[in-house]
């Protein structure tokens, strides 16, 4: 599957940079293949327009944010966040066409970050309630690009088979290949969710982060898949502690893929430092992300072009949704009620 041949890939929304960017001014991100101009409005909402200026195709992204619109670095033309042009100063009678204008497209803030959906959404933003309750602090992960397919990442989050391989050097018990059943599977309007739960080993950064001394302990994982492209797993520890990481694949091309993860947790910085956490996490995701980079960014949706075992099946079920979705050309399936969020 190639994401920008597949239009209906635009109906979603995506996480693309964390807001604080904006901060120092307008900034470019390609989504779907399509170049974005990002900037913060004139009441700091984060607006996104397609990154050619209408006059000459200058980028304006390379321009400046000024009283809330984007002013074009060519020319100086200024563009709202509907993408009107508001005022172009080689016209003295001040009188703007209205063919003057740019694509825009529906943004705004969630969870710290710029989302961004290029066309009528199918479903809303993910609902996290960790995100709004006080017991957790949320702590920003990884922000990078990853030379790989989106769904290729979404599953390997659900792959239970390849831990104890991939992850040996951090939490894997290679000894024990064969892995657990999930204890509860269902598929979802918006995508499935899985429950598990796996033996894990304990190395020295992750007793000091789980705040425990055993050489051996289980994660119950809960993992859910938003379509296409995000996830989240809650992992809850016997001792109570909670680690729900939250990753998104937001797709750039058909090549790459702009990984936005950040986790939430139910403990807090006296206890273990964000700064530990996100070590252990990051050398997690690299191995992770080792193997991902070398795998194939066309991803088969039929089931016979690659072959399949037990634990593949949370992929399958993912390979064969987007397949019905493709197939309905855009329209509302009967398994995906829009703008219908998780409980």
């Known amino acids: 599957m190639l994401v920008t041949q597949q239009p209906i890939l635009k109906r979603f929304w995506y996480p693309v940079m964390p807001i604080s960017a904006l901060a120092a001014g307008p900034q470019p991100f390609q989504l779907l293949g399509e170049n974005l101009a990002l900037w913060l409005d004139h009441d700091g909402r984060p607006a996104a327009v397609r990154d050619r200026c209408c006059h000459r195709s200058a980028k304006l992204s390379k321009g400046e944010a000024i009283d809330g619109s984007l002013r074009c670095p060519y020319h100086g033309w200024s563009f ?5 042009c508001t005022h172009v100063p080689q016209l003295a009678s001040g009188s703007v066409s209205k063919t003057y204008r740019v694509n825009a497209y529906r943004c705004q803030e969630r969870y710290g970050y710029v989302w961004v959906c290029l066309d009528e959404p199918l479903l809303p933003l993910p609902e996290i309630p960790e995100a709004i309750d006080p017991q957790f602090r949320q702590i920003p992960e990884f922000y990078e690009v990853w030379h790989c397919a989106g769904l290729r990442l979404m599953e390997n989050s659900f792959d239970n088979a390849h831990p104890h391989f991939v992850h ?13 059943q999930p204890d509860d599977f269902e598929e979802t309007d918006f995508g499935l969710r899985m429950r598990y739960v796996l033996p894990v080993f304990n190395s ?10 055993a050489v051996r ?11 296409p492209f995000i996830r989240t797993l809650k992992i809850t520890y016997p001792n109570g502690l909670v680690h729900l990481i939250f990753t998104a694949a937001t797709p750039i091309d058909d090549r790459s893929s702009q990984i936005v993860q950040f986790c939430l947790r139910n403990d807090t910085e ?21 193997i991902l980079e070398g795998t194939d960014y066309d991803v088969p949706l039929s089931t016979s072009e690659e072959q399949h075992m037990m634990t593949d099946k949370p992929g399958i079920v993912m390979r064969r949704k987007l397949a019905a979705l493709i197939k309905g050309d ?3 399936l009967s398994w995906c009620c829009p703008l219908t969020a998780h409980p």
């Open 80 to 84: 709202n966040a509907e993408g009107l």
């Open 217 to 227: 302990t289980v994660r119950i994982s809960e993992g859910t898949w938003y379509m």
């Open 330 to 332: 855009g329209g509302v």
């Open 270 to 290: 006296e206890a273990v430092t964000a700064e530990s956490v996100v070590a252990f996490d990051r050398a997690v995701t690299l191995e992770d992300r080792l």
């Open 168 to 180: 040996a050097k951090t939490f894997g018990v290679e000894q024990e290949p064969v892995p657990p």
């Open 204 to 213: 020295d950064i992750q007793k000091q982060n789980l705040q425990m001394e």
